[in-house]
């Protein structure tokens, strides 16, 4: 059975011209084996698509973090490990180094550390969507190709979180290309 957002997903396929794709597309973004294919981009509602190579089967593709908007992600093909997190000083998880990101830059700023612990975690297979609220910290991990439809919804502020085991900020030397 199709879903709504499958459906959405092959209309802007059918429809996308590179020209119109290309300048907010990249290719290892935010860690590499990541495509970002964009499909649509308004101020209120942007349509991608990820790419992703297979990671290890146990290792999340990024740290911890939270958006600057809400989004519904789409399995089109493969399966995602989502998992949860709550930030919170006294959750029975481990410390992290906290850092705000600024996406206009994108900059990391050191904010000291904080407890995240593993609330929830899902395996999410071809044809499942998730609703992620743009505060909650979240990561996911895949261990074969795959690919995500997402989309995101309206920007409601440009700073996020980003929660990560070494206290330097991540290198993105070689991402974002």
């Avoid at 990249?26 to 970002?36: E, I, K, L, N």
């Avoid at 992600?73 to 992290?96: A, N």
């Amino acid at each position: 059975m199709v879903t709504g957002f499958e459906q959405l997903a092959r209309e802007l396929i059918a429809t996308a011209h590179p020209d119109d794709c290309a300048p907010y597309s990249f290719a290892d973004y935010h860690a590499r084996g990541v495509m970002y294919l964009n499909l649509l981009r308004a101020a209120d509602l942007t349509c991608k698509l990820y790419l992703l190579d297979g990671f290890e089967p146990h290792e999340w593709l990024v740290a911890p973090h939270n958006h600057a908007y809400a989004f519904h992600s789409t399995v089109l093909y493969g399966e995602m490990r989502h998992g949860l997190f709550d930030v919170h000083p006294k959750c029975d998880g481990e410390w992290r180094h906290r850092f705000i990101v600024d996406s206009r830059g994108p900059t990391f700023t050191p904010r000291g550390e904080s407890r995240i612990a593993l609330a929830e975690q899902k395996t999410l297979r071809r044809g499942e969507t998730y609703y992620l609220p743009a505060d909650r910290v979240h990561t996911i991990g895949v261990s074969r190709p795959t690919v995500l439809f997402l989309c995101q919804y309206q920007r409601e502020r440009e700073r996020t979180d980003l929660y990560t085991e070494a206290p330097k900020a991540p290198n993105l030397a070689g991402l974002y290309h």
